[in-house]
């Protein structure tokens, strides 16, 4: 078995390359995708080979090392749209099987463009400029004649994968509900532990009422961050909590909005995180968080909504988003933004007892690489 791993420049990419490397030793070549003069966020490239695989040239020697390495199996590590052509080119030389695993930008983006699917709370205004990022029936249209479309490349490369790689199914359920196509699901996460390992960062769950609510962990149209900072500034009148903002992955044109709104709202409560951080550094920051609030509509920074969730955090999500039904059939204590935010007494602690309950389920339910990578390329 030789296979090939198409990954682009993000935090995951140089742990998994590793964990691959431990369950499949000498039997995987990843590589990099690179379209600027440096990384930013892998630093050590270090058993990758890099290529810009916008570029045809690229593409064709990618396909002709598939064919000299007799590569029999690709590993998509999250969809870009390249891979709409360059897929094609390996499998014209070489019968691979495709396994995608899976993020959730693609597939949102995909039906939200395409399928009419609801992601952003109000309506398309022409003169705010953060629209034009967003989907709306209209902003479809206009990134197909501005060639920036990328949902129409995500089907395409769904139509040529093979097995679908994830820890939620009820992500795979959406996928055929608006894809039928006869791909298969395969359980995979990023983010498990070794087999008796402890998940990092348990923290001290007494004495956490810190006056500090999270919203969102990045700066995207799909955060809704906008009416969550207006809501929130209508139940908490007296500015009391502090509003910590992650904006430091994302789009610039959503970030600057978020901050002239935050300030306007918040003032000096107001605290965007602008910087990259590094996970020690970012899970040293969630230690200080007691509320964490998510506007989107879809399952999205599940792995921040698990590490507060088994650290005594209140979270609150979106009801249509299927991450709240999923932790509520765990066990979880969890809250629903439409449903119990609604008022200053909702921006209370969770009790000692709750967050036990919430730590408890989730060392029992703690994934583990040995339970899935053994059989994930089978």
Request: aromatic share 16%.
């Amino acid at each position: 078995m030789k296979v090939l791993h198409l990954c682009m420049d993000h935090n995951f990419v140089v742990d998994s390359r590793k964990k691959f490397e431990e369950y499949y030793p000498g039997q995987n070549i990843f590589i990099l995708h690179k379209v600027i003069d440096q990384f930013r966020i892998v630093k050590d490239t270090t058993g990758f080979k890099i290529y810009n695989l916008q570029d045809e040239g690229d593409q064709d020697k990618v396909a002709e090392l598939c064919s000299s390495e007799h590569v029999d199996k690709i590993v998509l590590h999250g969809m870009v749209p390249y891979m709409a052509k360059l897929l094609p080119k390996i499998k014209a030389v070489k019968d691979v099987k495709v396994y995608w695993l899976f993020w959730g930008y693609e597939l949102y983006e995909s039906i939200a463009y395409n399928k009419g699917y609801k992601l952003i709370d109000g309506h398309f205004n022409p003169f705010n400029p953060s629209s034009y990022y967003k989907p709306f029936f209209i902003t479809k249209w206009i990134r197909k004649v501005l060639g920036k479309s990328r949902a129409d490349d995500y089907e395409r490369i769904m139509t040529m994968v093979d097995y679908f790689c994830f820890w939620n199914y009820k992500d795979f359920q959406l996928l055929k509900h608006y894809y039928p196509l006869p791909m298969e699901f395969r359980f995979f996460a990023y983010s498990a532990t070794g087999k008796t390992a402890q998940p990092p960062f348990l923290f001290d769950l007494e004495n956490r009422a810190a006056k500090r609510i999270l919203i969102n962990h990045q700066a995207t149209a799909f955060g809704n961050h906008i009416p969550v900072l207006r809501k929130l500034a209508e139940i908490d009148k007296n500015n009391l909590f502090e509003k910590v903002v992650p904006l430091s992955y994302g789009f610039n044109i959503i970030r600057n909005e978020v901050l002239r709104k935050g300030k306007k709202y918040f003032g000096e409560k107001f605290v965007p995180i602008l910087d990259y951080m590094t996970q020690n550094e970012y899970f040293e920051m969630l230690q200080t968080i007691d509320i964490a609030i998510f506007g989107q509509h879809r399952q999205e920074a599940s792995g921040n909504i698990i590490q507060l969730l088994r650290n005594g955090v209140k979270v609150f999500l979106r009801n249509d988003n299927n991450l709240l039904s999923y932790y509520r059939e765990k066990g979880y204590v969890i809250f629903s933004y439409e449903d119990d935010l609604n008022d200053i007494s909702a921006l209370t602690s969770l009790t000692l007892e709750q967050k036990n309950h919430n730590r408890d389920i989730a060392l029992r339910h703690q994934l583990r690489y040995d339970d899935f990578m053994p059989s994930l390329l089978d």
